[in-house]
């Protein structure tokens, strides 16, 4: 399967604990999108980048997130001290975007967080 | 004011029946324009483009109304398959016309088609 991969699927926790999560695009996409969904919500965007530089972030995107994309390919997700408010659908997406046209964008499965 | 506003339904309607879904949105230089299916429990994925002109894709057919800034998608022939969340979904634009990139969505109309 050669589409977006995130990993893990499902992750409990404990308020107060950190998470990591990982996306893994399709391959040669150079932009890459988190977006998190609660439930009865469309997806809100967290932040992007392009290649290993990240271009935007969210007002959701609190201090307590901190997102990386190191060599231009995997992204890693991290939220530190978690509160039951982050208890949400993650999802990772990317595209193969060429100067400032829109190109679609693929979405993984996603990582459904719990927190307890 | 939601940048992407969208009535959650839901929609219960019999297999062939013709069902609408609207949309409207906040951002009058937003230039593109989508509607995403979202299953249960799976992650979003793009039904179709949505065009000035207006276009169509089998049953499916999308407008898009900018002086209104109204976006609508049309179901003909029902199918149980087509049970799902339907997303209105914006890409913004920033000055200069360039797209920011990041989607802008709805919260989802939900329609089921039951036989």
């Known amino acids: 399967d050669t589409g977006v991969s995130q990993d893990p699927r499902h992750k409990i926790t404990k308020r107060g604990q950190n998470v990591t999560f990982r996306c893994d695009p399709i391959?040669?996409?150079?932009?890459l999108y988190w977006y998190r969904q609660t439930l009865g919500q469309g997806p809100e965007f967290l932040t992007y980048f392009q290649n290993e530089a990240q271009l935007e972030k969210s007002r959701l995107l609190s201090d307590r997130f901190s997102a990386e994309r190191p060599k231009g390919s995997f992204s890693t997700l991290e939220i530190q001290r978690t509160e039951q408010g982050d208890s949400a659908m993650y999802l990772c997406?990317?595209?193969?975007?060429?100067?400032?046209?829109?190109?679609?964008?693929?979405f993984g499965p996603g990582t459904r967080l719990t927190v307890l | 004011r939601k940048e992407v506003e969208q009535d959650p339904g839901p929609f219960n309607v019999p297999e062939g029946a013709t069902v609408a879904f609207n949309c409207t949105y906040s951002?009058?230089?937003?230039?593109?324009f989508f509607w995403y299916r979202q299953d249960c429990r799976k992650e979003p994925k793009l039904l179709m483009s949505?065009?000035?002109s207006g276009n169509e894709d089998g049953r499916f057919t999308a407008q898009l109304n900018r002086a209104s800034q109204y976006i609508s998608l049309l179901i003909r022939d029902s199918k149980l398959s087509d049970s799902a969340t339907y997303l209105c979904?914006?890409?913004?634009?920033?000055?200069?016309?360039?797209?920011?990139?990041?989607?802008?969505f709805g919260q989802g109309t939900i329609l089921t088609v039951h036989p």
């Open positions: 951002n009058s230089a937003s230039q593109s």
């Open positions: 997406a990317s595209s193969l975007t060429l100067g400032s046209s829109y190109n679609e964008q693929f």
């Open positions: 979904v914006v890409n913004p634009t920033q000055a200069g016309g360039t797209s920011y990139g990041k989607l802008t």
């Open positions: 391959s040669e996409h150079n932009r």
């Open positions: 949505v065009y000035s």
